[in-house]
């Protein structure tokens, strides 16, 4: 016989009506407590090491702190070393200034000493035959005559400081004095012949000196390497010619031509 039960049905509480679950309700029918209340399931909690995060920081801290010391410290370097290369150069510089500066005091102590020493000057004066030619020289030089006319003939006489050097076309001495026996023309006509020369390297020009006319040549010395001045001037019948072999005399020459006197 076939079996035909009924389905027992459950009591609801009176009120409430009564719900069916399906089965997807049921599958995610949260987990009720004890109370009727839902379980809350945590999720799982990753732990972070603190400890090694803030030794990453000081680290990295430590190492740009000691790339800065560094860049500081070799900057500090640099600059001290530019520094104490200014102060070196500096002092260098003015030690060499200041040894400059004695050297060109010193050299012109010297040379306003030896100015100094010339006075008073000395005065030389010629034979009288020859217009006795006269006038100042320093003191400090030496004279030496190397003919002085007694019989005729050219008077020649040297001047120099301190020692006359040997008479030759090749020494320098401060002052060479000649009174030709010839006339002024002919000796001018001597010295034009000369400049007339490509290689003479002499000039000339007409001047007034202390009351007398001069021919002054300037340049090369004929038949010598030498530079320096001379100057010709009629004397009677006579011609006088002064000579400095060097530059370095034409202050002294010239001042003593402004001291030059003879009869006429």
């Not at 370097?77 to 004695?102: H, L």
């Not at 030619?133 to 006319?149: I, N, Q, R």
């Not at 004397?235 to 006429?264: C, M, S």
Request: hydrophobic fraction near 40%; avoid cysteine; charge should be negative.
């Amino acid at each position: 016989m076939e079996d035909r039960s009924i389905p027992t049905l459950q009591s609801v509480p009176s009120g409430q009506p009564m719900q069916q679950t399906s089965p997807q309700a049921q599958q995610f029918q949260p987990a009720m407590g004890v109370n009727g209340a839902p379980v809350v399931q945590s999720a799982p909690v990753v732990q972070v090491n603190k400890n090694g995060t803030a030794s990453l920081v000081k680290t990295i801290a430590i190492i740009i702190l000691s790339l800065v010391s560094v860049t500081f410290i070799g900057l500090f370097i640099w600059i001290m070393m530019q520094y104490n290369d200014i102060q070196t150069g500096e002092q260098a510089r003015t030690q060499s200034a200041v040894e400059k500066a004695q050297y060109e005091q010193k050299e012109a102590d010297l040379a306003q000493f030896a100015e100094d020493e010339k006075y008073p000057l000395r005065d030389f004066a010629g034979p009288a035959d020859y217009g006795q030619l006269s006038f100042k020289y320093p003191k400090t030089w030496s004279v030496y005559v190397a003919k002085d006319a007694s019989s005729g003939g050219d008077y020649e006489a040297y001047f120099n400081p301190l020692v006359v050097e040997a008479v030759s076309d090749d020494t320098v001495n401060a002052l060479r004095l000649t009174i030709r026996d010839k006339t002024f023309e002919d000796v001018s006509a001597e010295y034009q012949r000369i400049m007339e020369r490509k290689d003479s390297g002499l000039s000339v020009e007409s001047v007034e000196v202390n009351g007398i006319t001069m021919n002054r040549y300037t340049g090369k010395i004929p038949n010598t390497e030498l530079s320096g001045v001379i100057v010709t001037f009629k004397i009677r019948d006579k011609t006088a010619i002064l000579q400095t072999d060097a530059e370095a005399f034409v202050g002294d020459f010239d001042a003593l031509l402004q001291t030059i006197t003879f009869n006429a």
